[in-house]
C-alpha cells in the first residue's frame, strides 16, 4: 500500500491534487497537513475541509500547520491574484461540516512515519515548512520516511512568482533549504515539468456537461485560475496542473523522468526562492523532474478527477 501524507496550500490546483489523490485507489491517503501559501493557513485549512466535504470524504484527517515562515524572518503576501481571495477563486463556499485533528501538522508528519518506517511518501504541494519543522523536531525523519516528492523549483527554467523562483520554494525559502540539506529522499515535480501539463478551457466545459456536484464545483474554481493564467501567463494556453503532477507521479512513476542532481535554494536577495542545480557536482541530493509524458498524465488526470 502507498501510504501518503499531502501537504497543501489549498488553493485551486491543491483542491485538484486532493480530488486525484482521493479518487486514485492506489493511495492511502493517511491525512492532509495544512500550509499558508496560496492563502493565510486558516483560509488553507478551511478550504482543505470544504474541498472534502464537496467530495463526500469524511474519513481523511486534516491537521493544520505553519503559519508563517521556518525561520520566522520572511514577509509573506498572499497571492490573490492567482486564487482568490479566499484562495478558491472567490467561491465562497459554506462553512466546513468538521473539524481539523487537534495535533500540529509536523508532530502528525513525525507520528505517522514512526508509524510506518520506510513506507509514507509525503507530497508537499505548497511550501514546505511542516516538512522542515517535523525533520527539524525528529531528523530519524530523514532516514524512516520512504520518499518525499514536491511540487517546487524551477531548475531549467524561469520562475513563476519572480523571474528566478517558483512560488512554493519562493514563500519559504528557508524551508526549502533546509529540507534540502536535511538528507532524506526527495523528488522534484518543478515547473521544468508542470508548465508542460495544461489544464484548458474546453476540459472545464466537459466538466460543466457532467453536471455533478464535484464537476461543478472545480470547473468554477478553474474558471478564476484559467482567467488569472490568461492574464499573467498569456502564451502558455491553459493553467498548470502543478500540484495534481505531484500526486500523478507517485501514482505512477512513470509519468515523469528525473535525474539525480545537487541542488541549493537560494535563501535571500533578489534571487530569493531560487533553485541552482547542477548535474555534475557530487553528491546528488535530489532527483529531479526534467521530462514528462504530458499527454498520458493529463488524460490519467481527467478520466480520474470527477
Ligand atoms: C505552486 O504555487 C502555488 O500557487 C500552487 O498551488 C502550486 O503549488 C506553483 O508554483
Ligand atoms: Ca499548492
Known sequence: MNYVILDVDTGIDDALAISYAVHSPELKILGITTCFGNA???ETTRNTLQVLDILGTDDIPVI???AQTFLRRESYEKPTWIHGEDGLGNTHLPAPKREVLQMKAHDFIISKVREYPHQVTVITVGCQTNLALAIEHD???ARLVRQVVIMGGAV?????ITPHAEANIYT???AADFVFRSGIPITLVGLDVTLK???RRQHLNEWREKNTHVSHFLADI???YMDAHQKNYPTLGGCSLHDPLAVGSVIDPSFVKAVPMHVEVVTAGEKRGQTVGCESQQPSNIHVCLEVDSDRFVSHFLQRIV
Open 172 to 174: 519559504d525559502p528557508g
Open 156 to 160: 531549467t527554467v524561469a520562475g513563476n
Open 40 to 42: 493565510t493557513v486558516e
Open 197 to 199: 501539463t495544461l489544464l
Open 222 to 224: 478553474c474558471d478564476f
Open 64 to 66: 493544520a500547520g505553519a
Open 139 to 141: 531528523p530519524e525523519v
